[in-house]
């Protein structure tokens, strides 16, 4: 929506002519740029450099490439918004975040997960406790909410049938578990 300075003019030329974009090559990475609010010169020339360094040089692995990013950075909004956050996440936080989308977990596993964390940990997030429950559901197969809300129904069934069972006196045995003349022999050895 506006003419180049002189410092984008010339990085552009920098990176046709030392990195050897081609110019519609850069003309797509100006676009990606703008449309994701990202335009600034040293942002382009750190993507440039990067797609020289993979040989990402043709239309096609550029079009992969900007696909990947604002898949990305759309999952990684989405995330920031679940979790509240108001800063753009640490490096640490974006590994969970693209180790996540790797792994095709939906938003919805994840809020799951993030509510389970924050019950356990004082209504504070974990990114490690959240990222163990999610690879806890990973070993057992569970990818979808219903699944998980089964898993932790028969968890809790199980937990309680324990309780029972330990509160349970044993069998023959009175309500309590102390026997009154042994008790009496205890107090009075003497006898009366």
């Known amino acids: 929506g506006r003419m180049l300075n002189n410092t984008e003019q010339k990085s552009m030329i920098w990176m046709h002519e030392y990195l050897g974009l081609e110019p519609d090559l850069l003309l797509m990475l100006a676009a990606y740029c703008v449309q994701n609010d990202c335009f600034h010169v040293r942002y382009m020339e750190k993507v440039a450099i990067e797609w020289q360094e993979r040989g990402v040089m043709t239309h096609a692995l550029v079009?992969?490439?900007?696909?990947?990013?604002?898949?990305?950075?759309?999952?990684?909004?989405?995330?920031?918004?679940?979790?509240?956050?108001?800063?753009?996440?640490?490096?640490?936080?974006?590994?969970?975040?693209?180790?996540?989308?790797?792994?095709?977990?939906?938003?919805?596993?994840?809020?799951?997960?993030?509510?389970?964390?924050?019950?356990?940990?004082?209504?504070?997030?974990?990114?490690?406790?959240l990222n163990g429950i999610l690879?806890?559901?990973?070993?057992?197969?569970?990818?979808?909410?219903a699944d998980a809300m089964k898993q932790d129904d028969a968890y809790?069934?199980?937990?309680?049938?324990?309780r029972s069972a330990a509160k349970k006196p044993p069998e023959g045995s009175?309500?309590?578990?102390?026997?009154?003349?042994?008790?009496?022999?205890?107090?009075?050895?003497?006898g009366s």
């Not at 690879?135 to 979808?144: F, L, N, S, V, Y």
């Open 63 to 129: 079009e992969e490439d900007i696909r990947r990013r604002t898949e990305s950075r759309t999952y990684t909004a989405k995330l920031m918004q679940l979790f509240e956050m108001h800063r753009q996440p640490t490096a640490r936080q974006q590994e969970f975040f693209d180790r996540w989308r790797q792994q095709g977990w939906s938003l919805e596993m994840i809020q799951l997960a993030y509510e389970k964390t924050r019950n356990q940990n004082d209504d504070k997030l974990s990114f490690p406790y």
């Open 156 to 162: 809790y069934a199980g937990k309680q049938r324990r």
């Open 174 to 190: 009175a309500n309590s578990s102390i026997d009154m003349d042994d008790l009496e022999k205890i107090m009075n050895p003497y």
């Open 135 to 145: 690879e806890k559901w990973e070993q057992a197969g569970i990818r979808t909410v």
